[in-house]
């Protein structure tokens, strides 16, 4: 069974969320579900634990070479869309 670990609840804090996706994606995790809002600081409810969705994509950029590194089942995905092979 797949394990998905969500950063933005577990945390509740969106500074935190980009070193806990990291962490779960190290310990095993086959994915992360975060909270993404176009304004976190106007969002009627988990503003505090939402990243924008620049911060999202920055965040995602630096992840992927990490996932690759983990040897998780998005590799093949990630590879193909990214790296082109």
Do not use: C, W
Not at 12 to 24: E, I, L, R, T
Request: proline residues 8%.
């Amino acid at each position: 069974m797949p394990i998905i670990v969500d950063p933005s609840h577990s945390t509740g804090y969106s500074k935190y969320v980009p070193s806990m996706s990291f962490a779960s994606i190290a310990s095993g995790a086959d994915g992360i579900m975060v909270e993404v809002h176009p304004e976190p600081d106007k969002a009627l409810s988990d503003g505090q634990q939402s990243l924008s969705p620049e911060a999202f994509s920055e965040m995602v950029k630096r992840l992927i070479p990490f996932i690759l590194s983990a040897q998780r089942g998005m590799n093949n995905v990630l590879k193909n869309k990214y790296f082109g092979s």
